[in-house]
């Protein structure tokens, strides 16, 4: 069963076209990869599945509910689908332990104790506990980032994104990130990722697309991408990126 | 050299200079601010806006506002206020404002320009990828605004803003020229009643001086202790 459907979206900045026909599905369950150069559409393709990035033509269904329908209650869509960024974007003004609590009592209306024990066992999972009074700026990218995944989680969500979650990493915490993300993926979490960790996506992804150019050029099981691709632009950005 | 100054003069009318004069000075620059706030906010995120002709009014508003000298503003509002209002409640006669209430008004309006635009820079200063964050978890427009931009917002901006405030504060003195009696105007007439107009006017200076440069001293410690934690 698709749990989030693409279906030919297209995006122009202006007359530019940055996204062209995007159609692919996520399965529940499923983990998938999506790479390709900068500037390629990456993250604006999976920004497009919870709104964050409008786009002009074709159609997300996240869970059943369209999300260029004018009549869907967005911001309760978004409740839905957690989203972990490449630059944290964690709150920080406030400690972490209200930015695990914000929005399950603002958006989910649960009392704050609750909330706030929720977020510790999100905490606890990432390994941060005993950082729950800290503010993220006294934090490392990486335990940035775990905190980021803990907030996203203590909302319950049906499907995570994560747009490039270790590019902005030093190169000795990318694992700590990726260690928790290969977690959930072992537990059936829905996944959507926008990485060029190839390591992380021959070990848990179930598909890679792969994207040039506002297009997604190829859609293929993990081992039929990496063993045979066949674009010669995917076989060109492998071999630049594997080989070096 | 000061032999032939009369400096008794700053003794015996202190306390008419404070008790009437600083009263209404700071009452004017309290209200002028606070209501120069909401009213700057409320500017900023109509100039922030996506709804164009919102952007457009506060755009125009501002510029209006910070293109003409406060001391003409003061005139015209002076002038004018009267006449609006006897539009807006559909009275034959201009309503009778009064030189304090028009003052209380003109400022408000005057300073809320400058408000805006100290908030519209601080909004701006907050990443995009904050707004994101916030509409990713599910926050709405007014949730998001409330919660993640302008608490960082104001932190970013208070400096700013209550330097603005400072200056705010000095230039209530154009009031005098609606005969006002603030603190400059209460010393303007005991200058011209007693004839030591350089003695009242030094004691202006000086107390001036010493009031906004204790603020902005307070300014910074404030700001020290308002850091988040792990920032600068």
Known sequence: ?244 | MFAGFDWDVIQRSAGYLFREGMTFTVTLTVLAMSGGIVLGTALAMMRLSSVKPLALLAGGYVNLMRSVPLLLVIFWFYFLVPYIGAWVIGAKQPVQVGAILSSVITFTLFEAAYYCEIMRAGIQSIPRGQVWAGYALGLNYWQTMGTVVLPQAFRNMLPVLLTQTIILFQDTSLVYVLSITDFLGAAAKVAQRDGRLVEMYLFVAVVYFIISFFLSHQVKRLQAKLAVPGRM
């Not at chain 1, 599905?25 to 998938?32: F, L, S, T």
């Not at chain 1, 604006?44 to 786009?55: D, Q």
């Not at chain 1, 996203?152 to 030093?170: G, Q």
Request: glycine content about 8%; proline content about 5%.
């Open chain 1, 1 to 244: 069963m698709a749990m989030i459907e693409m279906k030919d979206v297209s995006k122009w900045y202006g007359t530019f076209q940055v996204l062209k026909d995007c159609t692919t599905n996520v399965d529940k369950g499923e983990v998938v990869v999506v790479c390709g150069p900068s500037g390629s559409g990456k993250s604006t393709l999976i920004k497009c599945v919870n709104a964050l990035e409008p786009f002009q033509k074709g159609d997300v269904v996240v869970d059943g509910i369209s999300v260029a329908d004018p009549r869907t209650d967005l911001p309760k869509l978004r409740s839905r689908v957690g989203m972990v960024f490449q630059h944290f974007e964690l709150f920080p003004h406030m400690s972490v332990t209200d930015n695990l609590a914000l929005a399950q009592v603002k958006v989910l209306g649960r009392p704050r104790e609750e909330a706030v024990a929720r977020g510790m066992k999100y905490l606890e999972r990432v390994g941060l506990k005993e950082h729950a009074h800290k503010y993220p700026g006294q934090l490392s990218g990486g335990q940035q980032q775990r905190v980021a995944i803990a907030r996203a989680l203590s909302m319950d969500p049906i499907a995570m994104l994560f747009d490039e979650p270790t590019s902005a990493l030093d190169p000795e915490m990318i694992n700590e990130v990726l260690d928790v993300m290969v977690g959930l993926a072992h537990e059936g979490m829905t996944m959507m990722v926008v990485t060029h960790e190839m390591g992380f996506a021959r070990k848990v992804a179930h598909r890679v697309i792969f994207m040039d150019r506002g297009e997604i050029v190829e859609d293929a099981k993990t081992d039929d991408f990496f063993g045979k691709p066949r674009s010669e632009r995917a076989v060109q950005f492998l071999s630049k990126i594997l080989h070096h």
